[in-house]
Nanobody
Framework: QVQLVESGGGLVQAGESLRLSCGVS??????????LSWYRQAPGKERELVAH???????KYGDSVKGRFTISRNTVKNTVYLQMNSLNPEDTAVYYC???????????WGQGTQVTVSS
């Protein structure tokens, strides 16, 4: 069973940076073979895509984070990262990691990590 564990969330001030990590275990596939994503959900809002790293290494970002956030992976550590710079209060949300394995396209979610940005 694929398991994802996020970490790195916390309380920061506007303008600061955070790096989220998502450890992936239990998959027979390398991170290179999976589609990797970060989503977020703010109170009272729907879950939205923040960043996506496809198997072909192409990336896609939500409009509100373009130029500030970067998704990456470390296949040796089996970890997906989200580097977040120039944070603002609108980035406050629970951030979720998601991976999609090949062939079955089954998706798996992490438990989420809270990011709070004060003004």
């Amino acid at each position: 069973q694929v398991q994802l564990v996020e970490s790195g969330g916390g309380l920061v001030q506007a303008g600061e940076s955070l790096r989220l990590s998502c450890g992936v275990s239990g998959s027979p596939f390398s991170l290179n073979a999976m589609n990797l994503s970060w989503y977020r959900q703010a109170p009272g809002k729907e879950r939205e895509l923040v960043a996506h790293l496809a198997r072909d290494r192409s990336t896609k970002y939500g409009d509100s984070v373009k130029g500030r956030f970067t998704i990456s992976r470390n296949t040796v550590k089996n970890t997906v990262y989200l580097q977040m710079n120039s944070l603002n209060p609108e980035d406050t949300a629970v951030y979720y990691c998601r991976v999609t394995i090949p062939y079955t396209n089954t998706g798996y979610w992490g438990q989420g990590t809270q990011v709070t940005v004060s003004s």
